[in-house]
């Protein structure tokens, strides 16, 4: 079992609870828990992200991509339940899935798409105006300057 110290961060700054109830929830988990199905994540470029996972066997009606406070879930309801004959061999597993993914600030989910027994769901970080940097003018004499946005 991994065991983090983060008493330092939190002596020097405010807000990063969340990030020690994710770490936690991230060592207890093990690699199975990750095993189906499989799934990439890729970063696009600089501002942009992809997951992708295989769900051969699920269609649209069967998948289901939701973000709620700052946590992508992904679920898939086995659309193999009521097939009907005897199979000789199972290969592809069908299997229901929930996938939870805590994305950082200011990501947001631009898209899902389903393409070839592949879903993809594009990601991008959209930093707010008011959190970008600002470049302060400096007046001389009792002339006051303006701030404006840095490009």
Do not use: C, W
Request: hydrophobic residues 40%; without cysteine.
């Amino acid at each position: 079992m991994r065991t983090f110290d983060l008493s330092p961060l939190f002596r020097a700054s405010v807000g990063f609870d969340n990030l020690a109830r994710t770490l936690d929830a991230t060592t207890r988990l093990d690699d199975s828990h990750f095993a189906y199905p499989p799934y990439n994540i890729v970063k696009a470029g600089e501002d942009a992200y992809r997951i992708t996972f295989a769900v051969a066997g699920f269609g649209e009606a069967n998948l289901d991509v939701q973000v709620e406070n700052n946590t992508l879930t992904v679920r898939g309801k086995s659309a193999q339940d009521g097939e009907e004959g005897k199979h000789l061999h199972r290969g592809i597993a069908g299997r229901s899935f929930e996938r939870k993914f805590e994305l950082a600030e200011h990501i947001q989910v631009a898209e899902a798409r389903l393409e070839n027994g592949l879903l993809h769901i594009e990601m991008k970080q959209e930093i707010p105006e008011a959190l970008k940097p600002r470049k302060v003018a400096i007046g001389v004499g009792g002339e006051a300057k303006t701030i404006a946005h840095a490009a």
